[in-house]
């Protein structure tokens, strides 16, 4: 009988309890449908003693940092945020960052659970790789590490052969469920799914959020304003000219507004915008893709595969077959 995976999960004050207690789950549920111990799973803290997550919940680690040694198979990191009046920040807290440096390289892989990126940053293991964490914390990542190329759309990403970023909330599940997948195949990981109740197990390469979460104006209402009215009429042909007039401003003027406010160009987010309700109705309907493409507001079909290839590096027909989840 093979050796259970050694899973290490970093704990230390202020972690978000998800992050610790939804892989914890998932590899645990791994065990019981295997019918055996696929999977030991330890919570390693600074010190002994008990402690408190973010949601006031304490937890007790199984070992001290100093005692988890080079056994390790998976090395887990969960993650930390200060909410401050400007919004959310990641925490990397130094003894945190100093052990997961010390204990990365003995382990197999290393994955980081939403905002646990940061710490994973802060210990330069994602140097040269492409990482994701929480959109909320996506643009202090890049700010923070500039060697560290930022993709806040999907769900995971795994970099390197070895090192996997995760996104935010629920998208832990899905992180592990796929750790389980490349340990003992998809079928394991689908039957997990099962238990948990879960919709579907989604791949990485899906977005964690929507458009208008990504584009928030900075402190603009009428933009915010706009962009309802751009999502209602996402079929019509929507000129800059046409949205210009709505502002009450010039074409230039409006441009450079709307790109300082959202970070993106009118044309670029209007495309973006119908790529997401393109992907809709590739997961969930059964309509040809030039229905799609008419429903979408991108026109025809050859703008709609010009489009997916741009924003998300496939083809529609290609996306469909991948996430489609219409039984």
């Not at 990191?77 to 440096?101: I, K, Q």
């Not at 909330?169 to 879960?198: F, N, P, Q, Y």
């Not at 928030?216 to 079929?235: G, Q, S, V, Y």
Request: proline content about 5%; some cysteine; glycine content about 8%.
């Amino acid at each position: 009988m093979s050796t259970a995976h050694r899973v290490v999960i970093a704990l230390f004050p202020n972690v978000d309890l998800l992050d610790v207690t939804g892989p914890a789950e998932v590899f645990a549920l791994a065990n019981r449908i295997g019918g055996r111990a696929l999977y030991d799973v330890r919570l390693a803290g600074p010190q002994g003693g008990p402690v408190t997550t973010a949601a006031g919940v304490r937890l007790l680690p199984d070992v001290r940092f100093d005692e988890v040694g080079d056994q390790v198979d998976t090395l887990l990191v969960p993650g930390a945020v200060d909410v401050t009046p400007d919004g959310p920040r990641a925490l990397a807290d130094s003894e945190v960052v100093a052990w997961v440096r010390r204990t990365a390289p003995a382990a197999r892989r290393v994955a980081s659970v939403c905002v646990g990126a940061h710490i994973l940053a802060e210990a330069g293991l994602l140097d040269g790789l492409t990482a994701t964490t929480h959109w909320s914390t996506a643009a202090q990542l890049a700010a923070d590490h500039p060697n560290v190329t930022v993709d806040p759309d999907p769900i995971f990403v795994r970099s390197s052969g070895r090192v996997w970023t995760g996104a935010g909330i629920s998208a832990c599940l899905d992180l592990t469920l796929a750790l389980v997948a490349e340990d003992h195949g998809e079928e394991a990981a689908l039957a997990v799914a099962r238990e948990l109740v879960m919709y579907l197990k989604r791949q990485g390469g899906q977005s964690q959020f929507s458009v208008p979460l990504t584009h928030a104006a900075l402190n603009r209402r009428d933009i915010d304003d706009l962009r309802l009215w751009i999502a209602e009429h996402l079929a019509e042909e929507l000129t800059t000219t046409e949205l210009a007039a709505r502002m009450g401003l010039s074409q230039r003027q409006f441009t450079r507004v709307f790109r300082q406010q959202t970070g993106t160009t009118p044309a670029a987010y209007i495309e973006s915008a119908r790529v997401e309700i393109a992907r809709r109705l590739l997961e969930s309907t059964d309509l040809p893709l030039p229905q799609v493409a008419a429903d979408s507001g991108l026109g025809s079909v050859e703008t709609l595969h010009r489009a997916f290839r741009r924003r998300l590096g496939t083809g529609p027909g290609s996306y469909r077959r991948r996430f489609h989840t219409v039984a």
